[in-house]
C-alpha cells in the first residue's frame, strides 16, 4: 500500500510530503494538489503545492550538495546508485500500486516499469564508471605549425544542478533516466514530478533516500507545473534541465537561460506499410504499437499509411486483433484503460468527431465511457482531418492508404514532429532508403517505434526534441568537458 511500511514517513495525514535536505516536509503553503484517479475519477491522493520560497531554498541546498558529490569518487557514486537500484527493485509492488492509481497504467505494466527503472539506474552506473573514468590526451604536433609543446588532458567535469520534469506516461521511468545519469556524472538533481504520477515518484525518490544518498543531493519539489513550473525553469540556479513531455517543452526553450537543454517532445510515429511486408507482423506491430498503454507512448504508433493494394487485407487483420483486447480498469490487467484525464479524454474524442464529420471508416463503434474510450481503428483518413496530424494519446488509429512511397514520406515528412517512425517491408534496400529519407531521429526497420532498449540513442527532431537521450547519450549531455595543457619549454618527441 502506498505511504505504508519504509515508505510511512513519506506522507502526513493524507498528504504526501515533499522531499528536500534530505528530509520529508509539509509546505508552509497549507495548499495540497490532488490527483484524481483516472478510472474512478475521485480524489485518489494529494500532495504539497510548494511554494516559490522553498524552491529557493531546495536550488540553494543543491548548490551546496553537489559541490561536495562532484569530489565522491566516481566509484563510490556508482555504489550508492546500484544500491537504490536494488531498493527500487525491492519496492516494486507499492511503486506499481501507485502507477496503477494514478495514471491508470495496468497492473504488470506498471511493476515492469519499476524493475526497469531499477535495470536502468545500474547500467548508469556501470556506463558511468567506464565513461567517466576515461579522458582524452592530445598532443600538438598534429595541428598544422606547432612542435610538440603541448599536452592537453581533457575529461567530463558535472554542469551543477539539474531539473528533471518528467511526463505522466512513464513518470517513475522517466525520472530515473535523468536522475541516474546527472547522479553518476557528479550533479545534483531536483524533480518536478508530473501531478499524475507524483505518488509514484515520491515513493521512487524514497528509495534513493533510503539508499544513503548525501542530503541536499536529490529533492522533489511537488505542485501543478502551471504554477510552479515557470518559477523552477527559469530559475537562475539551474544548470541544465532535461524535459520530457509535450508543447510545454517548446516553452521552456524560448524561456530558460543559457544552460544544456534536453528536450523529449510530443510524437506522430509513421509506419509505413510496403506491397511485400508481413501484413501478419505488422498488423501485430500495429496492435503492440498503437495500442499498448492505450495510445499514450511517445513513441505510439500515431499513424499508418499503407500501399492501397495491401490495405484492405491489414485493415481486416488489425480490425479481428482490435476485437480481442480487453478493455476495463488498470487493476485487472485490461489492454485498454481509462486515459489519463478527462481532459484529454474529451480531446481525443475532438478527434474522433472531426474525423467522423469528414467522412472517415470507422472500422468500430466509437465507445467512451467517462475517461474509457474503446480502441478505434479510422480508415481512409485524409491529410484534411486533424486525427492525420495531431497526437491523440490515446486509444485511437488513423489508416492512411497511400498510392507511392513518395507519398508516405511525404506524409511523414510534412509532421512538425519527427520523433520515430517505422517501415514494413521484406526489401532491405527499399528500407533503408526510406530509412534515411524520414526526418525522424530513429526508424525501426520491421518492428514498431520504441524507446527502449534503455541504452539506445534516443532523439527527436523538429519539434520532437533537442538533443539525444539513452543512458550513454544523457551522461555525456550532463557534463562540460574541461582541459589542462601542459605547456613544455623544448618540444618534446616521444623517444626522440
Ligand atoms: P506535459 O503536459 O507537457 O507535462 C510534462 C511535465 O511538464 C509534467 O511534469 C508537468 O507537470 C510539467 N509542466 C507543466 N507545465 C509546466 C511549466 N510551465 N513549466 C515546467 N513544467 C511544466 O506532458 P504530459 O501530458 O505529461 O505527457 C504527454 C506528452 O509527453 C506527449 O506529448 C508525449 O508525446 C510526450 N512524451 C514524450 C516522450 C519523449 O521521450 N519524446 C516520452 C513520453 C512522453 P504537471 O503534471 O504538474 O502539469
Redesign the pocket.
Known sequence: MAGNGVFGEIIDGDVFKYYADGEWKKSSSGKSVSIINPTTRKVQYKVQACTQEEVNKVMEIAKVAQKAWAKTPLWKRAELLHKAAAILKEHKAPIGECLVKEIAKPAKDSVTEVVRSGDLVSYCAEEGVRLLGQGTFLVSDSFPGNERTKYCLSSKIPLGVVLA??????PVN?AVSKIGPALIAGNSLVL?????GAVACLHMVHCFHLAGFPKGLISCIT????EI??F??MHPGVNCIS???????I??SKKAGMIPLQM????KDACIVLEDADLDLVASNIIKGGFSYSGQ??TAVKVVLVMESVADTLVEKVKTKVAKLTVGPPEDNCDITPV?SESSANFIEGLVNDAKQKGATFCQEYKRDGNLIWPLLLDNVRPDMRIAWE?P?GPVLPVIRIGSIEEGIHHCNASNFG?QGCVFTKDINKAMLISDAMETGTVQINSAPA?GPDHFP?Q?LKD??IGS?GITNSINMMTKVKSTVINLPTPSYTMG
Open positions: 520534469i518528467p511526463p505522466f506516461n512513464y522517466l518536478k514530478p508530473p501531478t499524475q505542485g501543478k507545473g502551471s513550473g515557470d523552477l525553469t524535459f520530457t513531455g509535450g508543447d510545454t517543452g516553452a521552456i523529449e517532445l510530443g510524437g507512448r511517445c489519463v497526437e494519446f520523433l524507446r534516443f527527436g520532437s526534441g537521450q
